[in-house]
């Protein structure tokens, strides 16, 4: 029914018709309320979020990430920063926010009769049955103006957590507050009030950046503005980068596979900023991406993992190149993009991805008939993929296996 839906909500709006409303959602998580598409979607009741499927489903994503960092590091981590998305909590009913608050081992307080959000519970260590991890969530624009009750609700769980007398082993937050009493913890941290991301996608997109240090400098001046416990985006660089300098690991989450990690430069403005500030601050913390798209089976994988994955699964796979082509100028441009994210990827990331480059340029402008297709269907795309590898090895990112490979670039762009 979706296809028809849709057109006929389309030409109804365009004729000033009414357009039946419907929820928004993923159907991939199991929202079949969302189908048929093409009706006029509404979001969610903020106060009712995150809603208890969204806690439930977050414990098994906040297990798999702590089996995953005492797997890499051997120990329990003491401070996360994690990547919070507006977008996420309309589709999930807030499970990056209920992985934020199981971490520190605090529950929300439903009323029985609304299901609305009243308040928090912090939980007992003996409950807990682990440290609790002191959690910074770096939050994006549409959550700061779509659910500021959820920032209060944070803010009342870290101070709550600050204020426990417990052993220093088992709650690093309360730790770091002794002796400042007089000064509320800040952990809740983005961009400036009516301002917008992570302030590295222009910088990547133009090519206008020298070093990663500068790309870090910029995610932190962006992303350097406190919020929670009265304050609305008063500027805090220095707090920022000292929650960056002091976190164990960083994380965000995938909730569906409509899309992936190169399938946009926010995502490396968003991970890969985070990653190139902290070395720029001295710290190395673990860089990980949750995929829980899958709810019942969430998988942690460090980001360099990720982008391996996907350039091997889609970007640089055959098959999918060659599903693209029919679609004509399109598809060469849903081609072109992926490369986008590789190139932001490897200017922000400690890791190397020589070998995630040669694949690509092998499966695209390396084959002579996918490259005759660029061409043809959209020659600014195949314009933009060659400067791409060609930017690429100049800054010292691409160190392509073949010498071979710089004479075609030059030959494309001649």
């Known amino acids: 029914q979706s296809p028809d839906q849709e057109f006929k909500s389309l030409v109804n709006a365009l004729d000033g018709k009414f357009v039946e409303p419907g929820p928004a959602g993923a159907p991939t998580r199991g929202r079949a309320d969302v189908l048929p598409t093409g009706r006029n979607i509404f979001t969610v009741d903020p106060r009712a979020i995150p809603n208890r499927s969204a806690m439930m489903l977050a414990e098994n994503s906040a297990d798999e990430l702590l089996r995953r960092y005492r797997q890499d590091h051997g120990e329990w981590p003491k401070a996360m920063v994690i990547d919070l998305w507006g977008s996420a909590t309309m589709r999930t009913g807030g499970e990056d926010l209920a992985l934020a608050l199981l971490l520190m081992g605090v529950k929300p307080v439903w009323d029985h009769g609304s299901a609305r959000v009243t308040g928090v519970e912090v939980m007992a260590l003996a ?215 590789l190139y932001g990827f490897a200017a922000t990331l400690p890791e190397r991805f020589d070998r995630q480059f040669d694949q690509m340029y092998d499966a695209t402008l390396g084959d002579p008939e996918v490259d005759e297709y660029l061409e043809t269907a959209n020659p600014a795309a195949r314009d933009s993929m060659a400067r791409r590898f060609d930017e690429a090895v100049q800054r010292g990112i691409w160190q392509p296996r073949r010498n071979s490979v710089l004479q075609q670039l030059q030959a494309i762009r001649s």
């Open 127 to 341: 409950e807990l049955d682990r440290p609790r991890v002191d959690v910074t969530i770096r939050i994006s624009g549409l959550f700061r103006d779509a659910f500021e009750t959820q920032i209060g609700l944070f803010d009342t769980a870290v101070q709550a957590v600050a204020s426990q007398d417990e052993p220093e082993d088992m709650n690093p937050l309360a730790v770091s507050m002794r002796g400042n009493a007089d000064t509320p913890p800040v952990r809740i941290y983005g961009a400036a009030p009516m301002t917008y991301g992570a302030g590295v996608t222009d910088q990547l997109a133009r090519g206008g950046w020298s070093t990663a240090q500068e790309l870090g400098d910029d995610y932190v001046d962006a992303s350097g503005f406190a919020y929670g416990h009265g304050r609305g985006g008063e500027e805090d660089r220095a707090g920022f980068a000292a929650r960056i300098k002091d976190a164990d690991a960083f994380v965000h989450q995938q909730d569906h596979r409509e899309t992936d990690i190169l399938d946009s430069l926010d995502y490396a403005a968003h991970e890969g900023g985070f990653a190139a500030a902290a070395a720029a601050v001295g710290n190395a913390p673990a860089l990980y991406h949750n995929d829980i798209s899958v709810p019942e089976n969430p998988k942690t994988r460090t980001i360099a993992e990720e982008i391996q994955r996907v350039v091997r699964g889609r970007t640089a796979n055959p098959k999918w190149i060659r599903g693209m082509m029919p679609h004509g100028y399109q598809g060469a441009g849903e081609i072109a993009r992926g490369l986008d994210g």
